[in-house]
């Protein structure tokens, strides 16, 4: 029987170039027309359980107050919706990668870390540049970056954090004003597209994309999830980048009701029905297709290359072909 260890690292190989593989019928597509993996609450690895957030009930911190070695590792279980690290994720072919960022309560610096019921133990300027020293050794590959919620940040750590995004990132941010396809930003050396949940930011910031809206289904049951997202299909696709989220959802009750469960066994045990779910969709600009999907444990199973392979149902028209393109045409800068 083969190493499963060694079967992840061929796998995550495998993908790690994916976007640079596709057939040129692809190229002049827009992002938002294909389907891309993504990561629900991608920092969630590297959760400090020391660190709750204070956003959290009032009943979580009086618990974790008095009762600390029993409910942290509880809230751990329960919180951490990833195992592999930022970079990891990348290599594995995730696309999409979904920020949480907060500022502590009471903490006289301006770092910002990620949060999900519980802080990260790395900050966001230190995984801002992971993903660009990734983005280097990768010229061709695209990376979304959704900002989100902000937790505890100010006017002024607003304006800290998008400086810090276009210092790291500089030529490589595509503008909003672009229709992004492969070919175009291959061509202009565009490899991350920043979405950003600030309006007051995105209008000051041709670098910034306004939030992109994610399908959260709220459920802990799988079915319901699925009948969630095929509701959220018939009530038609938005024009531009959108989510499907396939993570579950659990709340206070059910954690306190399932003090030796955790959310990776659901979500282990959910894998089978999604995986049936995501190849019956079709990318594409029709009312009823798909765009970004993203999951719970990226590397526990095929959802990533079941997400890329959807791209195969594509058939362009002609007419969205340049004539006379071919791989030789497309210059980029590293």
Known sequence: MEDPVQTFIHVCHE???????????????????????????????????????????????????????????????WSTTQVLTVTEQLEAGVRYLDFRIAHKANDPSVNLYFVHMVYTTVTVQDTLWQILRWLETHPLEIVILACRNFDGLTKKLHRLLVAYIKEVFRSKLCPRNVVPTLRTMWRRGYQVIVSYE????????????????????????????????????????????????????????????????????????????????????????????????????????DFVKDVIELNAKINPPLHCQSKGAGTSSISFSA
């Open 15 to 77: 993908n790690s170039k994916w976007m640079s593989q596709l057939p040129e019928k692809l190229w002049d597509i827009p992002l938002y027309n294909l389907a891309l993996p993504g990561s629900h609450d991608t920092m969630t690895y590297c959760l400090d359980k020391r660190s709750v957030s204070g956003n959290e009930s009032k009943l979580l911190k009086y618990l974790n107050k008095w009762l600390p070695c029993i409910v942290r590792p509880i809230i751990m279980k």
């Open 198 to 301: 600030e309006n007051v930011e995105v209008k000051k910031h041709h670098e910034l994309w306004p939030a992109i809206p994610y399908w959260w289904g709220n459920k802990i049951a799988t079915r319901d999830l699925i009948k969630y997202l095929e509701h959220k299909k018939k009530m038609g696709r938005p024009g531009k980048f959108f989510v499907a989220g396939i993570n579950l959802t659990e709340n206070l009750g059910y954690i306190l009701g399932h003090p030796f469960g955790s959310l990776k066994k659901v979500t282990l045990q959910s894998l089978p029905c999604l995986k049936i779910w995501i190849k019956q969709q079709q990318p594409g600009s029709q009312k009823e297709c798909i765009n970004i999907i993203a999951g719970d444990f990226i590397g526990n199973d």
